[in-house]
């Protein structure tokens, strides 16, 4: 026995040169050990007589072996199955066709900067789960399963969900555009989390709000245009993106009321300012440093650096910038208010959950921004000053009681 070993090993072919990646294993083919694991490349050598004998062309057979090692060696090394590319729709033409079609609507203004980044971050982490030159009709129910376990790292479920959700629209944009054969397999695993799931991690994070007395704190503490912009949040529940291109032809500071559709979905705003927020507003308007761009000559704020405060800080790679939410969580740190999931934004809920008190959501709503699609909604005209300023005035109160 130990002689026919021997034998074995001698009959084996060296490497073609000091720096080969593979070894030629006793079985009569070209190997390599990859995160624990031997993987194969072709053979050597095959059985004769019980025997392994080496193939008429070593030399070729190692080439080929090689060329097939340099195929699939990005997929091995990162521990993903790897697949015959063939011919066929790659993971990479996928998602740059489907962000080449979503920067279409980045320039006709239909969808916002921060809505695209949204989509090239998962489209990142499609390309590093499959590897770009996976074929996209290879892909299966398990790929999309073990894709889910691997976005679910270190996120919540809220997170998971957004990028499970943003996922299936890359792929379905395959199908839609008729680009595949047929239609992706995502399996039964492949979804967002529960509702109940979703319910458990919010009563975990606790409440996205700020109470009264916080707020106050905030606004003694905050400087301009700071001090107007949170103002905005709490009297017309107005987020960042709101505050950043608010234009001055949309605010009568002299009757008190702000007109200015919401950026995100259009929806016509009519909001009553309070006394105080007229004030601020008059105070930040006063002291806004000129602008860089002209195009940003009628806005209520820019930085001290004239420039926006929500905008694309780097046009190639259309990174986005919100100082507003960088500021305001300086702040928050500051007189020592940060909670996870507290931001500039969480006013806003704070708006609604405090606004909702008037009885009158139809009237919330409005001031909101939000789209309503009942049928009373494709009836309904118009919404009385009235009922905005009853809103509003609760939202005072409930700020600043009596005493206080």
Same mark, same amino acid.
């Given at each position: 026995?130990?002689?026919?070993?021997?034998?074995?090993?001698?009959?084996?072919? &060296?490497?073609?040169? %000091?720096?080969?990646?593979?070894?030629?294993?006793?079985?009569?083919?070209?190997?390599?050990?990859?995160?624990?694991?031997?993987?194969?490349?072709?053979?050597?050598? @095959?059985?004769?007589?019980?025997?392994?004998?080496?193939? =008429?062309?070593?030399?070729?057979?190692?080439?080929?072996?090689?060329?097939?090692?340099?195929?699939?060696?990005?997929?091995?090394?990162?521990?993903?199955?790897?697949?015959?590319?063939?011919?066929?729709?790659?993971?990479?033409?996928?998602?740059?066709?489907?962000? /080449?079609?979503?920067? @279409?609507?980045? =320039?006709?203004?239909?969808?916002?900067?921060?809505?695209?980044?949204?989509? @090239?971050?998962?489209?990142?982490?499609?390309?590093?789960?499959?590897? &770009?030159?996976?074929?996209?009709?290879?892909?299966?129910?398990?790929?999309?399963?073990?894709?889910?376990? /691997?976005?679910?790292?270190?996120?919540?479920?809220?997170?998971?969900?957004?990028?499970?959700?943003?996922?299936?629209?890359?792929?379905?944009?395959?199908?839609?555009?008729?680009? $595949?054969?047929?239609?992706?397999?995502?399996?039964?695993?492949?979804?967002?989390?529960?509702?109940?799931?979703?319910?458990? #991690?919010?009563?975990?994070?606790?409440?996205?709000?700020?109470?009264?007395?916080?707020?106050?704190?905030?606004? =003694?503490?905050?400087?301009?245009?700071?001090?107007?912009? /949170?103002?905005?949040?709490?009297?017309?529940?107005?987020? +960042?993106?709101?505050?950043?291109?608010? %234009?001055?032809?949309?605010?009568?500071?002299?009757?008190?009321?702000? =007109?200015?559709?919401? %950026?995100? /979905?259009?929806?016509?705003?009519?909001?009553?300012?309070?006394?105080?927020?007229?004030?601020?507003?008059?105070?930040?308007?006063?002291?806004? &440093?000129?602008?860089?761009?002209?195009?940003?000559?009628?806005? $209520?704020?820019?930085? *001290?650096?004239? +420039?926006?405060?929500?905008?694309?800080?780097?046009? #190639?790679?259309?990174?986005?910038?919100?100082?507003?939410?960088?500021?305001?969580?300086?702040?928050?740190?500051?007189?020592?208010?940060?909670? %996870?999931?507290?931001?500039?934004?969480?006013?806003?809920?704070?708006?609604?959950?405090?606004?909702?008190?008037?009885?009158? +959501? $139809?009237?919330?709503? #409005?001031?909101?921004? @939000?789209?309503?699609?009942?049928?009373? #909604?494709?009836? *309904?005209? *118009?919404?009385?000053?009235?009922?905005?300023?009853?809103?509003?005035?609760?939202?005072?109160?409930?700020?600043?009681?009596?005493? $206080?």
């Amino acid at each position: 026995m130990q002689k026919s070993s021997k034998s074995r090993q001698s009959d084996k072919p &060296p490497k073609p040169y %000091p720096d080969y990646p593979l070894f030629a294993h006793a079985s009569g083919r070209w190997a390599k050990k990859i995160l624990g694991k031997l993987h194969y490349f072709g053979r050597w050598g @095959h059985k004769k007589g019980g025997k392994i004998v080496p193939v =008429d062309d070593v030399g070729r057979s190692a080439q080929d072996a090689v060329d097939l090692y340099s195929k699939q060696r990005e997929d091995l090394h990162a521990g993903r199955t790897p697949r015959d590319t063939g011919e066929g729709l790659t993971v990479r033409d996928l998602c740059n066709r489907f962000l /080449t079609a979503k920067r @279409h609507l980045v =320039d006709t203004h239909e969808i916002k900067i921060p809505t695209f980044q949204e989509y @090239h971050g998962v489209c990142e982490k499609i390309v590093s789960q499959f590897g &770009p030159n996976r074929l996209v009709e290879d892909l299966g129910a398990e790929d999309f399963s073990t894709f889910r376990v /691997t976005l679910a790292v270190g996120r919540g479920p809220v997170s998971l969900g957004k990028d499970v959700r943003l996922s299936r629209m890359v792929f379905k944009y395959a199908t839609d555009f008729a680009i $595949v054969s047929k239609p992706i397999q995502f399996g039964p695993a492949f979804k967002a989390p529960s509702k109940k799931v979703l319910r458990q #991690a919010r009563k975990k994070n606790g409440k996205r709000m700020l109470e009264a007395d916080e707020i106050r704190s905030i606004l =003694d503490s905050a400087k301009q245009p700071l001090h107007a912009m /949170t103002l905005l949040e709490m009297n017309c529940g107005f987020g +960042q993106h709101d505050c950043a291109t608010l %234009p001055q032809d949309s605010v009568d500071l002299k009757g008190g009321w702000i =007109d200015f559709p919401r %950026p995100k /979905t259009a929806i016509e705003r009519r909001v009553p300012l309070w006394p105080e927020t007229v004030a601020s507003l008059e105070e930040a308007i006063n002291a806004r &440093p000129s602008p860089n761009d002209e195009a940003d000559d009628n806005l $209520v704020f820019v930085t *001290r650096f004239g +420039q926006r405060w929500v905008r694309v800080s780097n046009a #190639a790679k259309q990174s986005w910038a919100d100082s507003v939410c960088l500021e305001f969580g300086k702040l928050l740190k500051k007189l020592e208010l940060k909670r %996870p999931g507290l931001n500039f934004y969480a006013l806003r809920h704070t708006f609604e959950t405090i606004a909702g008190e008037s009885a009158d +959501q $139809v009237a919330v709503n #409005a001031i909101m921004g @939000h789209a309503d699609n009942s049928m009373a #909604a494709v009836y *309904r005209e *118009r919404i009385s000053d009235e009922r905005l300023q009853a809103v509003v005035d609760v939202v005072r109160a409930w700020l600043w009681p009596e005493g $206080v």
